[in-house]
């Protein structure tokens, strides 16, 4: 059960954060605006693998998987993939916008 609390302590606030970033965006100057989403980032970044790291040792996605299909080790992978996908993506995306930014 910890797994999963920590899971919703970590992805909780990244939604929450976000939401409220984007929603508020224009009130912020460009500076603040960028060492927000780099924060934002950072945590997305770490909370990932702690994720990862703490359901493979507590053995959740064994627990999962104990009806007979390995969908709970399945459902672990997917969310690395997912993980890799959002750090891979958001990143490019906030490396996009600091190069325009310091060009201006």
Do not use: C, Q
Not at 62 to 85: F, P, Q, T
């Amino acid at each position: 059960m910890l797994p999963i609390l920590v899971t919703l302590l970590i992805t909780t606030p990244i939604l929450v954060l976000g939401v409220w970033l984007y929603l508020h965006r224009h009130r912020f100057a460009p500076s603040v605006r960028s060492v927000l989403a780099i924060a934002v980032y950072l945590f997305i970044f770490l909370g990932g693998p702690v994720i990862y790291v703490l359901w493979k040792r507590k053995g959740v996605a064994a627990e999962l998987a104990v009806g007979g299909d390995a969908s709970g080790v399945k459902m672990l992978h997917n969310l690395v993939v997912l993980w890799l996908a959002g750090v891979i993506g958001i990143g490019a995306e906030l490396l996009r916008k600091l190069r325009r930014r310091e060009k201006k």
